[in-house]
C-alpha cells in the first residue's frame, strides 16, 4: 500500500497559483505555428475593454471557451485561443479624463498629444487588470500572441480597410443627423442610444398665416427646435389642411418664411396633424428635408448651446432656451397651450445625458452591400448561430441595416486617416500622412480629427489579429475560427460586423459557429445591478470556493437559451463535488501503486467491467455534448458518473477486494482498473476543472507529463468486441451484459435501501432477504453476484428462490421480475411503525383530495393548459400509487403484529 500522498483536504489556493505558472512556463497554452499535420481549431476572445473588470459575463464568457479549448486540445487539436483587449474609446477617454480631473486638468487644457500620451500610460499602468483577473480563471489564451486593438499591426490593418472601402466607394462622408452626447462631445450609433420614457410636454403652438389673418397650431414636445424649422408639413390626404397648401407661413420669434409642404410621413392623428419641420435637429424632419430639398438650420452647437442662427436665443443652455421660448411665445399670445406628455427620449449610453439629434459632417459605411454578403452565409450554413433562435434576430437586423456612422468625435482610437487640403479642401485618404495634395500641390493638410468608433476595429478583430493584411501562417492555419462565445447583447454591435468584414476582406466567414450564451443573473432570476446591491464578484467567488468549483457552476448551469440563476450556495455545492472527486482520487492512491497494466479479460470482476463500460460512456456523452455546445449536459453526465458511478457503488464495491488478500489475480485487475478509471476521469473532468484535476494527477503513478498533454480517452475508431486489454484497447471497452447486470443489483440494493429508509431501519443492522423471481437466468445472475448485494445493502444473509409464496413478517419491494422481501422480526418496533404509517396515509389522503378537487373543477380543465393538467394527473397517479403501497406495508405490519 502506498502512503498517503493527498492532503487531507483540498486547498484550491496554492495548487491554482502553481499549476497555472506551470503550464505557462512550459507553453502549453501554445498554438504550433507550424501546424503539424494536427486538426486546427481556434477561439478569438471577445476582447474585454482594457478598463474592464472581471465580472459574471466576463467569467461565463471565457469559462466556456476555456472548456473548449482545453477539450480540443485533448482530442489532439492545434488549438490557438487568441487573447487581447479592446481600446474602448469612449471608456477609456473617461477613466483617463477622470484621473486627470482629479488632478484639476480637463483634456483641452493638456492638449490631444499629451492626452493620448497620458490614455497610453494608463493603459502601460492598469491595462493588464482584466488579463491577469482571467488567468485566475484558468484561461489557456495564448498569452504570447496577445493584442491589442491599437497596437501597431492592429492599426494597419484599420488604416487598410478604412482606405479599401473608401476607395470602393464603401465609405462615404456626409452631412447627416446623428444621435449626438453634448457631454462626451461624440456622435453615437443608434444601438448606442437607450430610450426611456419621460413624462414632458406637448406645446402647442400659433403659427401665423404670413399674409392675411389666421394661423396653424402645431404641437411639439421640443419648442426650442422651432428656431430652425424651414417648413410646415401637413399630410396630403389631410382634407383639414386643404386651404393651406398655397399659404406661407411666418415662423414665430425669428419672422422667417417658410413654405407649407405635403408629405406623407406626417402623421395626421398627433398633435393637430400639421408638423413643424426641423431638418437639423430631428432624423425624420431630416429625411423629409431630403425629400423636399429644404434648408438645414442648425440652431443648437455641439455643446448643447443656442447657435448665432437662434437670433436672440443665441448662447443659450438648449433646456434654458426651450424656458425662454416658451415665455416669448406666451407673450405674444401664440402659444395655445401645453398638455403633460409622455415620450421616449433617447439618452447616452456612456454618461445618460439627453441625446440631441445633430446635423453633423460625419464618415459612413454603406452597410447594405456587405450586410447582404452576411445575411447569404447564415443562409447557406457557412455560419451557424446556436442557439437557432438567434438566427432570426440576427436576420431581422441585417435586413434592415442602415448605414454606420464611423467616426467619434473624441481622441482616444484610431484617427481618420483622411486629410483635407487647406488649399483647395481636397480630401485625401491614405495609409500614411501624404506630403502633398494630390490635387493642388499645395503642402498644408490636415487629417481629420476624428477617430473610428471602436467597433470597426474589433470588426476586424478575427483576422487582424492573425497578422492581417499579410498573409501569415496563422491566417492560413486558423482563419475562419472554429467557434465565436458571445452574449447575445454584442451580436449586432460585433458579431454583424465581423461577419461583414471578414466576408469582404478574407472572402469567408470569421468563424463556423457561433454560440450565443445567456446572461448571468441573481439567485431569482434578476439582473445583476450595483444599484440593486445583488452583484455577485467572481473574485471573491474564487477566493471563498477555489476557481475550479466556480466554473463548474458557470458550466452546469450553461443551458442552452436559459439564464445563469448564480448564487453562492450553488458554487458552495459544487465545492462539495469537488472535495468528493478529491477524496475518491485519496481512497484510490492509497491503493493503486503502480500504472496500469494490461489485464487478461478473465480477471476483471462484474463492477470492474461495469465501470469501464461506464466510463467509456461518460467520455462519449461529454464529447457529444461539447460538439454541440450543450455545457450543462457535459457537466451533468460528469457529476452523475463521478459521485454516483464511480464513488457510490464502483468503489463501494471493491472495497472487500482492495481490503482483502494481496497479489491475487482480481485484486492486480482491480486496481488496474482503479488506475485506468481514475487516469481516464481526470481527463474527462479537465476541461471543467483544471486544476484539482492536475494537481491529482500529478499523484498519479506512471504520470509522465501535464495532464494537458494527455489524450482524450475516446477513440473515433470503433474496434468491435474488444479481448485485448492492453491501454489503448482498454479505453474502448464497453460491456453492454455487465451493465444490465448491474441495474439489476443496484435496483434490488436500492429496493432494500429504500426499505430501510421507509421502516425506518438503521444502516447499521444487518438484514436478511430473500429475493423470489420466476425467472430461472435471474436467480442465476442475483445468485452469482449475491456478494455484491450482500455487502453493498448490509446484509447478513441473502436466498435466492422460485415460489410465489410471500413469507410472513417481510417488507417487500419489486424490481423488474423479482421481488425482494426484507424480514422485519426483530428489526421493527410494530407499534410505533403501525402509528407512522397511519399519519403518513392520512397525509396522502388529505393531498389526494386536494388533486382531486382540481379535477374535477371543469374552470381549471378547460382553461389550464395541457400539459399543466398533464402534471396534476400524473401527481395523482403518484399519491394513489403511494397511497397504496404505504397501505400494503401497514397490513403487512399489521399481520406480522397479529
Ligand atoms: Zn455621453
Ligand atoms: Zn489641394
Redesign the pocket.
Known sequence: MCSDLLDKGYEPHDVEKRWYDFWEKEGLFSADEKGNAQKSYSIVIPPPNVTGVLHMGHALNNTLQDILCRYRRLRGDNVLWMPGTDHAGIATQNVVEKKLASEGLSRHQVGRERFIEAVWEWRREYGSAIINQLKRLGASCDWDRERFTMDEGLSRAVRKVFVTLYQEGLIYRGNYIINWCNRCHTALADLEVEHEVHDGFLYYIRYPYSQGKGYVVIATTRPETMLGDTAVAVNPEDERYRDLWSRKILLPLMNRQLPVIKDKYVDMSFGTGALKVTPAHDPNDFEIGNRHHLERVKVIDDNGQMSSEAGEFKGLDRFECRKAVVEALKKEGLLEKIEPYQHSIGHCYRCNTIIEPNLSKQWFVKAKPLADKAIRAVENGDTRIVPEIWTKTYFDWMNNIKDWCISRQIWWGHQIPAWT?S????VIVAMTAPET?S????THLIQDTDVLDTWFSSALWPFSTMGWPDQTPLLKLFYPTSVLVTGFDILFFWVARMMMMGLHFMGDVPFKDVYVHALVRDEEGKKMSKSTGNVIDPLNVIDTYGTDAFRFTLAAFAAQGRDVKMSEKRVEGYRHFINKIWNAARFSLMHIDKEYNDIAHESLSLVDRWILSRRFRAAEKVSEALDNYRFNDAAAVLYNFVWHELCDWYLEAIKPTLYGKEGTDRKKATLSVLWRVLHDTLILLHPFIPFVTEEIWDKLPGKKDSIMKSEFPLDDADSGLIQDLDAKSIRLFRDRKAESIMKLLSDIITGIRNIRGEMNISPSLSLAVSVHSQEEPTRRTIEQYKDIIINLAQLKSLSVENTRQRPKSAATAVVDNAVIFVYLEGIINFTQEISRLNKEIGKLASELIIVSKKLSNEDFLSKAPNHVVEKVKEKQRNLMEKQRNLQTNLDKIKALEG
Open positions: 487640403c488649399g483647395c479642401e481636397a495634395c490635387a493642388c500641390g499645395g
